[in-house]
């Protein structure tokens, strides 16, 4: 039986120019020495050929997170960190994506919710003056990069809607070179901007609405350093609505007369899956792989987290959160916490299904950095088909005086609690009836109070709030802003 393939396709020419014809060399060369290749060179240094035929947004965004030096704080495989469009999937499922493609305003949620800077805007809320400025300001520059999404046939190209980021500009030509992602079909090409506008001025008929840009850039620091939301399955839409539903119902209908109170009504309340929603980011590693030691990159990163922690213990909100969980004989291993982390882990350094892992024991023990300093390290045994391996898993910790002595504190239920009801917006608190106990719950949870760095991952995590809600509420396509505050 016969089967139809396809090995690339011929690009046409004119409107696009081969970067790599002897004009397309040219134009490169004119550009260079204008200054406006700048962005090129970190994009080419990261580029990649999208893996599916609809995943040129997911690798579009990948591209241009990785030549940012964004660090995604977690595994993709071995033990690397890095951006691949499968870890691109909590605005839209990776299946969806792979039968439909993806719109424009999820790529600017998926930029938004992995910690890049960034601005967005559709043909209908710019000008093609503003567009040729931004380009001129991206590819004058290696911080800041821009994605563009047209429709193909305004470039006699096959195909409808495409994504793929911008990597240089030729002014004395007003061309722009388009680093495409469907390398499989076409190479890099030169193209007159306005005929890159016109193309960009088109109807997405999936959304109604016109394509356009984005400009994506470094935030001032990493996002999430220890806490996280996770929208990985359904159950985020259930707990999303909880929180910023249900809570300011649950507060302001029954009688609340305390702190303790308000506590009790949305802790008693909470989704079951809870758990599954807000977790703290947990670094692993391959025992085998790393020296026993912790590495000066580990003991920064683990110290940043040590910190955020130390600042969220030293809360009054945690304070009394810790009091009523206690109360309840709520208790939180970090054994049983870390069996589940290294089973995970062993799962993202393999590729495998989790439920293919046990592990098997635990050790908690203390390494040192290079300057002499501790850090807590659990080593888990994971077992999966008779065979065993030891998996590492990074723990921040505080110390806190007690009748014993020194006892040290890991993230546990009590502290992601915290960080979480810090992270809701003040207005969750206005239907309190009682005036002095709304004035109290909202100096607790005030950002004022807060210290830079907790301020920093509290509004990371009011952000995915935000971005989830407004993903939940099919807004994404219609509010392109990051989340105001």
């Known amino acids: 039986m016969a089967m139809a393939s396809l090995y690339r396709r011929s690009l046409p020419s004119p409107p696009a120019i081969d970067f790599s014809s002897a ?56 033990p690397w960190r890095w951006f691949d469009e499968s870890m691109l999937d909590c605005c839209e499922p ?27 805007f559709r043909t209908s809320q710019s000008s093609i003056e503003d567009f040729r400025k931004f380009v001129v300001k991206c590819t004058s520059s290696e911080n800041c990069h821009m994605i563009s999404t047209y429709h193909r046939g305004v470039f006699k ?50 959304t109604g609405k016109r394509r356009g840009f984005m400009l994506i850039s470094r935030p ?16 985020w839409i259930d707990i999303a609505k909880y929180l910023k539903e249900d809570v300011p119902r649950l507060v302001s209908s029954q009688h609340v007369d305390s702190v303790d109170k308000i506590i009790s009504v949305v802790f008693k309340s909470l989704p079951s899956n809870f758990n599954q929603f807000i977790r703290w980011v947990a670094e692993i590693r391959i025992t085998e792989d ?16 040590q910190l955020v922690l130390k600042e969220v213990h030293e809360t009054e909100l945690f304070k009394h959160i810790n009091k009523f969980l206690s109360s309840v004989g709520y208790e939180d291993s970090l054994t049983y916490a870390a069996a589940k982390a290294c089973c995970q882990g ?35 045994v994971v077992v999966r088909d008779g065979n065993e391996q030891k998996v590492d898993l990074l723990v921040p910790s ?65 952000r995915q709030l935000q971005l989830l809600k407004r993903c939940q509420e099919n807004k994404e396509e219609e509010d392109l802003a990051a989340p105001a505050y």
């Not at 079909?185 to 007159?192: A, E, R």
Request: aromatic share 8%.
């Open 23 to 78: 004009e397309g060399k040219l134009i490169f060369n004119e550009a260079l020495q204008k200054g406006t290749m700048e962005g090129f060179f970190r994009l080419i240094s990261y580029f990649q050929t999208q893996s599916e035929p609809a995943y040129c947004g997911l690798a579009s965004l990948s591209v241009v997170l990785n030549a940012l030096s964004i660090d995604p704080g977690r595994k993709w495989k071995g």
């Open 94 to 120: 990776l299946e969806v994506v792979k039968e439909k493609g993806i719109s424009f305003g999820k790529v600017v949620c998926l930029a938004h919710c992995s910690g890049a800077k960034v601005e967005a």
């Open 157 to 206: 190209q096959t195909g409808t809607g495409h994504f793929s980021p911008i990597g240089g500009y030729n002014a004395e030509r007003d061309m722009a070179l388009i680093l495409d992602v469907a390398r499989f079909k076409y190479p890099p090409h030169w193209v007159p901007l306005k005929l890159l506008w016109e193309a960009m001025d088109s109807i997405d008929q999936s």
């Open 220 to 235: 001032h620091r990493e996002p999430g350093l220890l806490y996280t939301l996770s929208c990985k399955d359904e159950s």
């Open 290 to 305: 790393t020296n026993q030691n912790l590495s000066a990159e580990e003991k920064s990163r683990l110290k940043l987290k």
């Open 346 to 380: 062993a799962e993202i350094l393999s590729g495998s299904p989790s439920k293919e892992f046990c592990c098997r024991e635990t050790c908690v023990k203390c390494i040192k950095g290079p300057d002499d300093s501790e850090g807590t390290v659990v080593t888990g």
């Open 398 to 462: 505080t110390q806190t005086e007690c009748e014993c002595g020194p006892e040290a504190n890991y993230p546990a239920g009590n502290d992601v609690f915290t960080a979480l009801l810090l992270a809701l917006p003040p207005q969750t608190w206005s239907g309190i009836k009682d005036q002095a106990l709304m004035h109290e719950m909202k100096q607790l949870i005030s950002m004022a109070s807060l210290p830079t760095l907790l301020q920093e991952e509290v509004l990371h995590l009011r």
